[in-house]
């Protein structure tokens, strides 16, 4: 667990709380200190990455720490810069809008990679979300410089409105894809009662139609047949004729 890419995301965590007593402690000496101890939290957000997967050494320790360790970095600096906001470019307060969008989808999207992991679906960083990080980390560390180059800190919040446009988009296509999920999951659970039903329904046994009794053909009455009368009896004894007396 305690291998050189666990190692470096903890070093990530354990400089944060260095970096934000730089709101009490204003010394440029410090605040140099801040932002260089920034600046190689945020090389090891790539090097950590990048040496586990060349040793081999990827861990569910280092997926599951890596993420948080990135977003304490970046929510401290972003607060660290909104409690010494001399020396902006534009109007202080209009700084907050792109902070403000920046913390709002880093916890978009914890909540639905939280969400999709207990069911077993990844939510992969996209090349756009990359380049946001770039654009965030190079614009958080040249606000922090500020106190060396005033121009680093003009130049920082241009970048830094840069990357709240590229957050925004980010996270509304990682929201696109889980409610995409969401929807065949329900469309899923719509179709099998249906599905069930029709199952049941080819397996049940036709029922029985009641026989329709069919009238009985009335049959033709028989007439009675003719008796026939008794043929007479030819007579079998002869008349006799009286002999004619002469």
Same mark, same amino acid.
Do not use: H
């Given at each position: 667990?305690?291998?050189?890419?666990?190692?470096?995301?903890?070093?990530?965590?354990?400089?944060?709380?260095?970096?934000?007593?730089?709101?009490?402690?204003?010394?440029?000496?410090?605040?140099?200190?801040?932002?260089i101890?920034?600046?190689?939290?945020?090389?090891?957000?790539? $090097?950590?990455?990048?040496?586990?997967?060349?040793?081999?050494? @990827?861990?569910?320790?280092?997926?599951l720490?890596?993420?948080?360790?990135?977003?304490? $970095?970046v929510? @401290?600096?972003?607060?660290?810069?909104?409690?010494k906001?001399?020396?902006?470019?534009?109007?202080?307060?209009?700084?907050?809008? &792109?902070?403000?969008?920046?913390?709002?989808?880093?916890?978009?999207?914890?909540?639905?990679?939280?969400?999709?992991?207990?069911?077993?679906? =990844?939510?992969?960083?996209?090349? $756009?979300?990359?380049?946001?990080t770039a654009?965030?980390?190079?614009?958080?560390?040249?606000?922090?410089?500020?106190?060396?180059?005033? =121009?680093?800190?003009?130049?920082?919040?241009?970048?830094?409105w840069?990357?709240?446009?590229? @957050?925004?988009?980010? =996270?509304?296509?990682?929201?696109?894809?889980?409610? #995409?999920?969401?929807?065949?999951?329900?469309?899923?659970?719509?179709?099998?009662?249906?599905?069930?039903?029709?199952?049941?329904?080819? #397996?049940?046994?036709?029922?029985?139609?009641?026989?329709?009794?069919k009238?009985?053909?009335?049959?033709?009455?028989?007439k &009675?047949?003719?008796?026939?009368?008794?043929?007479?009896?030819?007579?079998?004894?002869?008349?006799?004729?009286?002999?004619k007396?002469?």
């Amino acid at each position: 667990m305690y291998n050189l890419p666990n190692i470096l995301t903890l070093s990530r965590i354990a400089v944060i709380p260095l970096i934000f007593v730089s709101i009490y402690w204003t010394s440029f000496v410090w605040a140099m200190f801040a932002g260089i101890l920034f600046v190689a939290a945020s090389i090891t957000d790539y $090097l950590d990455g990048y040496l586990a997967r060349a040793w081999n050494e @990827t861990s569910a320790f280092g997926r599951l720490l890596d993420p948080i360790a990135d977003k304490l $970095l970046v929510a @401290t600096a972003l607060v660290v810069i909104l409690a010494k906001g001399e020396g902006s470019m534009y109007n202080w307060s209009l700084t907050v809008i &792109p902070v403000f969008v920046i913390l709002c989808r880093e916890i978009l999207v914890s909540g639905l990679r939280e969400f999709l992991r207990e069911v077993n679906v =990844g939510l992969p960083v996209t090349k $756009l979300a990359k380049w946001k990080t770039a654009f965030q980390m190079t614009a958080l560390a040249m606000m922090l410089f500020r106190q060396l180059w005033i =121009g680093w800190s003009y130049l920082g919040e241009v970048l830094l409105w840069v990357a709240a446009v590229l @957050t925004f988009i980010t =996270g509304y296509q990682y929201y696109q894809r889980s409610l #995409e999920y969401v929807k065949g999951e329900e469309s899923k659970k719509a179709a099998k009662p249906a599905k069930v039903k029709a199952e049941v329904k080819a #397996e049940a046994p036709a029922e029985a139609k009641p026989a329709v009794k069919k009238a009985p053909a009335k049959k033709a009455a028989k007439k &009675p047949a003719a008796k026939k009368a008794p043929a007479k009896k030819a007579s079998t004894t002869k008349k006799k004729t009286p002999a004619k007396k002469a």
